[in-house]
């Protein structure tokens, strides 16, 4: 079965600095997606970057961006010149060829101002 | 807005009695699901419906739990005889137009068991 393991519970970085958030998952599969999703206090989930296993170039979003390595089975999430507004929990998770999400633990991300 | 409507956004309960929740997708999505989130945790897989046909459920979903879409738009999920760890938030999300995997989830429904 796959899993997705976030071994950071919580992460602080100062506002306008750069932050990277751990993701690692275990899989047999070859085709799957990964996303990060973030899920701001009392909000709904939103997702943030996805990435698909079959493209080797990192996804980016604006000041968001991914390190995927298929091999290591790694998918870090890097945020850059971090923002008030970034401060939230954000969870990594894995799509399976069924379209069903496996969700990691999530990391509390805290914007120091 | 990701086109998700839930309802109720937070229902306090006491132990013993049922509970509804309802999700309204604003746009047609031939597939929907649910989860559940706990505290300090991760959103947990209980279902999901094509159309109006349930095709998967959680061994997280007990019998107390029942699900169902009618007419393949809203869905309801119905907590019976509620328990204390039952207390959690329940997540409805649909596909978004884009490439297949991504979710849009409503703002959840929490429920509270004393």
């Known amino acids: 079965a796959q899993t997705v393991t976030q071994s950071q519970p919580e992460m602080s970085v100062q506002e306008a600095e750069t932050v990277t958030l751990s993701c690692t998952y275990d899989t047999s599969e070859s085709d799957y997606y990964l996303f990060w999703y973030k899920q701001p206090p009392s909000r709904q989930m939103i997702l943030v970057i996805r990435?698909?296993?079959?493209k080797q170039q990192n996804a980016t979003e604006n000041r968001f961006s991914v390190n995927f390595q298929k091999a290591a089975k790694s998918f870090s999430l890097k945020i850059s010149d971090s923002q008030l507004g970034d401060a939230a929990m954000y969870f990594c998770?894995?799509?399976?060829?069924?379209?069903?999400?496996?969700w990691g633990a999530g990391t509390k991300l805290i914007i120091k101002p | 807005d990701t086109g998700v409507s839930q309802n109720p956004r937070h229902k306090i309960t006491k132990r013993g009695q049922n509970v509804t929740f309802r999700c309204d997708p604003i746009s047609e999505h031939n597939r929907l699901y649910w989860y559940r989130q706990t505290l300090g945790q991760g959103p947990e897989f209980l279902t999901y419906f094509q159309n109006e046909a349930q095709l998967e459920k959680s061994r997280l979903l007990s019998d107390r739990f029942s699900a169902e879409r009618p007419k393949g738009s809203f869905s309801t999920l119905e907590i019976q005889r509620t328990e204390q760890g039952d207390s959690a938030m329940y997540l409805c999300?649909?596909?978004?137009?884009?490439?297949?995997?991504?979710?849009?989830f409503g703002e959840g429904s929490r429920l509270t068991v004393l």
């Open positions: 998770a894995y799509r399976d060829s069924n379209y069903q999400l496996i």
């Open positions: 990435q698909e296993a079959y």
């Open positions: 999300g649909t596909p978004g137009q884009g490439p297949p995997g991504e979710l849009f």
